[in-house]
């Protein structure tokens, strides 16, 4: 069965060191997302892809970048972690029919 | 762009009780309304969604409803039980933009 995975699913890191936040998918869905979830802030958007080697900034894309080389991976990074971007971490494609799927999550935190 | 406002925040219903979730959104162009739940520790799962040409959808216990004129859609869900315990979103989108969330709300299934 096709499906979307993450990882690691826990994270634990310190300030100002770069991290990266894996995302692969089997679905072959050219769009793909990175959400953040925080208490009292629901699902915002980070970073997304329509297809290899194209990228856009969603509404908190400051401190994070993403690159897009294959159909199946999008790779979230942040630059020098900062104790603000302590949150869990969903990735998440969607298919041309419309339906979008998301992965289990990663829980990071910045100390 | 496209906001999602989500009201409740928090609602509890007696089981066996229906509950009621309702969402606005701001851009016309919107064509596609899908609604996630998700568990704790878990990444939001889709459970059921609907699009412009269509004014009511129903799966089993739960149903939504789009008001296109009114920019209003809601969630219906009827004789809930324990296991409907979770946070729903609402969400909306063109075809194939981006999906934009509402901040949820907490459903809780009082015995």
Known sequence: ?111 | GENVEQHPSTLSVQEGDSAVIKCTYSDSASNYFPWYKQELGKGPQLIIDIRSNVGEKKDQRIAVTLNKTAKHFSLHITETQPEDSAVYFCAASERDDKIIFGKGTRLHILP
């Open chain 1, 1 to 111: 069965d096709a499906e979307i995975t993450q990882s690691p699913r826990h994270k634990i890191t310190e300030t100002g060191r770069q991290v990266t936040l894996a995302c692969h998918q089997t679905w072959n869905h050219n769009n793909m997302f990175w959400y953040r979830q925080d208490l009292g802030h629901g699902l915002r958007l980070i970073h997304y892809s329509y297809g290899v080697q194209d990228t856009n900034k969603g509404e908190v894309s400051d401190g994070y970048s993403v690159s897009r080389s294959n159909t199946e991976d999008l790779p979230l990074t942040l630059e020098s972690a900062a104790s603000s971007q302590t949150s869990v971490y969903f990735c998440a494609s969607r298919g041309s029919g419309g339906e979008q799927y998301f992965g289990p999550g990663t829980r990071l935190t910045v100390t």
